[in-house]
Structures are given as structure tokens and as C-alpha cells.
């Protein structure tokens, strides 16, 4: 049981390149989302999905796009880098069952660090 | 407007020592409360929660407390120890349908001297 895995670790873009962050979760969880976490900001949402087939936004979304093909997989695509989006990203899952199964706590991965330069 | 604040950026405790670790909040929806732990180069990680229908939650060392009428949370942390060192941030979110996302403070940097 992995959990929740993400690639690459470290990256580095020029302005304007495009990638996808890869995630991946291995425990049957319907919640994933992706963070950014920026010096003296805390974690800030950038998008999240319920299940396969359904996204929707975070705090903040703009630059990024994501899709949920699958209950696995959640990659967080960069469509054109600016230095503004030098940050780490960690991607998160939790179930989302419903009553006095439901778990509130969200397992991270270790985080991809991104450098556009 | 920041939801989920975390006034201290650091504290620095002595080894053996209580560590305590403060957040407030705004949002009167919020029922669930979360802390997660951040070493370096990691994800975060799960600490221990508290729902708004308690007021503590006890686990080993680490002890929650909520004051729902303050809107107010502690962490605390006895004894310190070196490998308690780490960013601890308060989460927090409403059991509402539909409702799965946390809101994070901006963190704490927590460093315990031997």
C-alpha cells in the first residue's frame, strides 16, 4: 500500500513550457485534490474532484487544469509555466463516506517541487 | 479574508518542555478541526482532530483543546521533544453535505531545543 505518490519530485521550467504533476492514490479514495504551498501562505487549495469525472476549483485555480479519468490518477496539468507558479505542490486523498465512517483527514503526498524560471 | 488563522510564524521550546500552538478561526460552519505535521522536503501529515461537539481530544502527548464560543484552538504538545520540531498547521472544515475541503492556516515552525 503505497498511498498517495507523486512525480517527479523536482522540476524545473522555463516560462511558458507546459507539464502535468502526476498523482496517484492506491486506497480507493473518491476525494483528490492538489495544494500549493508558498513561504508565510499555508497550503492553498488549486483544484479538487469527488470522484471520476468530477473537478472543480480551489482557491486558486487560474494557470492550472486538472481531470479525474479514474478513482486512481489525478494529474494537475500546467498548460503555459510562469514564475508565479514556482511553488511545491502536494496532491491529498480522503474517502468520502458518508455518516460515522466519514474521515475528514486528508493523506498528502511528498510533494513536487517546481521551479519556473 | 483568511478563514483559519496561525498568529505565531515560529515558536522555540525547550526539550521537555509544553509546547502550545494556537489558531483561531472565523467561520462559524466550521465543526471539524485538524492538525497536521510538516517536516521538511514531506507531505503532511496527520496529527490528531477534534469535533465541535468536544472541547479536548487527548492522544499520547499531543492534547487538543476547542473553544467554540472564542472560536479558538490549542495544540499542545508534553514533554517536547527535538523530533516534535516541525510546521504544524491547523485545518478545518464543516460536516455539511457535499463539504469535503479543508482550510489551512499559514502554519506554525515549531523548534524544540535539546
Given at each position: 500500500n503505497a498511498g498517495v505518490t507523486q512525480t517527479p519530485k523536482f522540476q524545473v521550467l522555463k516560462t511558458g513550457q507546459s507539464m502535468t504533476l502526476q498523482c496517484a492514490q492506491d486506497?480507493?479514495?473518491?476525494y483528490m485534490s492538489w495544494y500549493r504551498q508558498d513561504p508565510g501562505m499555508g497550503l492553498r487549495l488549486i483544484h479538487y474532484s469527488v470522484g471520476a469525472g468530477i473537478t472543480d476549483q480551489g482557491e486558486v485555480p487560474n494557470g492550472y487544469n486538472v481531470s479525474r479519468s479514474t478513482t486512481e490518477d489525478f494529474p494537475l496539468r500546467l498548460l503555459s509555466a510562469a514564475p508565479s507558479q514556482t511553488s511545491v505542490y502536494f496532491c491529498a486523498s480522503s474517502t468520502v463516506r458518508g455518516?460515522?465512517?466519514?474521515?475528514y483527514e486528508q493523506y498528502f503526498g511528498p510533494g513536487t517541487r517546481l521551479t519556473v524560471t | 479574508d483568511q478563514q483559519v488563522k496561525q498568529n505565531s510564524p515560529s515558536l522555540s521550546v525547550q526539550e521537555g518542555r509544553i509546547s502550545i500552538l494556537n489558531c483561531d478561526y472565523?467561520?462559524?460552519?466550521?465543526d471539524y478541526f485538524l492538525w497536521y505535521k510538516k517536516y521538511p522536503a514531506e507531505g503532511p501529515t496527520f496529527l490528531i482532530s477534534i469535533s465541535s461537539i468536544k472541547d479536548k481530544n487527548e492522544d499520547g502527548r499531543f492534547t487538543v483543546f476547542l473553544n467554540k464560543s472564542a472560536k479558538h484552538l490549542s495544540l499542545h504538545i508534553v514533554?517536547?521533544?527535538?523530533?516534535?520540531s516541525a510546521v504544524y498547521f491547523c485545518a478545518a472544515t464543516y460536516s455539511g453535505a457535499g463539504s469535503y475541503q479543508l482550510t489551512f492556516g499559514k502554519g506554525t515552525k515549531l523548534s524544540v531545543i535539546p
Open positions: 486506497m480507493n479514495h473518491e455518516g460515522g465512517a466519514r474521515s | 472565523t467561520n462559524s460552519m466550521f514533554p517536547s521533544q527535538p523530533g516534535d
